[in-house]
């Protein structure tokens, strides 16, 4: 038995509550992580796991042995990138999930230089607006907009995106251009919802001018819960819809979208990066965490 590699084993099944799922995290079969963990207890001669068709619980002797093993991992991971003699690059394989848009337009293109910097770290992106699972999934780091509200997550304020309203010119020649915010709750105009995965229910973006708010509960022609679709439906001219200006900027160049209601000012979006609060964050993660904020800091700055 290598010891390190059940250490690993046992911490995922912990981490995930599963064998299965930490099997097809450490790319190795559900039964050899079986193995690994049962050697494990035999040769620390306690029990480190309840298991029952169901769930598999940690024992009080396995939540010790967790707490001390995830820091034994984590300082051999900052022992390998810290020798001497060794490349003080951090390394390995680093799971993060980000919004479609964001990966799109501003991280993937910035990646050439993140690479420069860090050729030793490999990256797997998921680009996506679904809610992670970041423990059973083993997704090191998020990147989400909106509030943050999981009490389980350590989530960093990187930037704070610039809302505004657009809609198709094609949309506007059918429907008419509103003069005030209040408009939109004519018949005559459709709102393009989008849905957060985290809450299940769309956004209400209120406007603000000269101490008068509205928030806007016009009727939906759709509500859609991913960035890109958002934005292609905005495209395709199926409503008025609140986007980043990042997403929007291109499409404005190009005469495609027209911004609304400019002398109105939206709340800008805040953009939180997140991690499980009882991980490590190792050399790699804090190197992508620091990039993610410079880049951020340059495209969508936190607004005092």
Known sequence: MDRFDAMKAFVRVVESGSFTKAAETLHM????????????????????????????????????????????????????????NASSLPKGLLRVDVPAPLATLILVPALPAFYARYPDIQL?????????????ENVDCVVRGGEF????????????LALGVYAAASYLERAGTPAHPAELQDSEHRIVSFRWSRSGKPFPYALKRDGES?????????????????????????????????????AVARGDLVQLFQDWHIDPMPLYLAFPENRHVSKKLRVFIDWVTELMAQHAPVQA
């Open 149 to 160: 509200t999981d009490q389980s997550l350590v989530a960093r304020h990187v930037g704070d």
């Open 214 to 250: 509205v928030r806007v509960q016009g009727r939906h022609a759709l509500a859609i819960d991913d960035g890109n679709a958002y934005l292609a439906a905005a495209l395709a001219g199926l409503g008025v819809l609140w986007l980043p200006e990042y997403m929007a900027r291109a």
């Open 29 to 84: 079969s559900r039964t050899s992580v079986t193995q690994l963990i049962q050697q494990l207890e035999v040769r620390l001669r306690v029990k480190l796991l309840n298991r029952t068709t169901r769930k598999v619980n940690v024992t009080a002797d396995g939540a010790a042995y967790y707490d001390r093993a995830v820091r034994l991992l984590a300082d051999l991971d900052d022992l390998e990138t810290g020798l001497p």
């Open 124 to 136: 797997d992106m998921g680009a996506s607006d679904r809610k992670v699972d970041l423990i059973g």
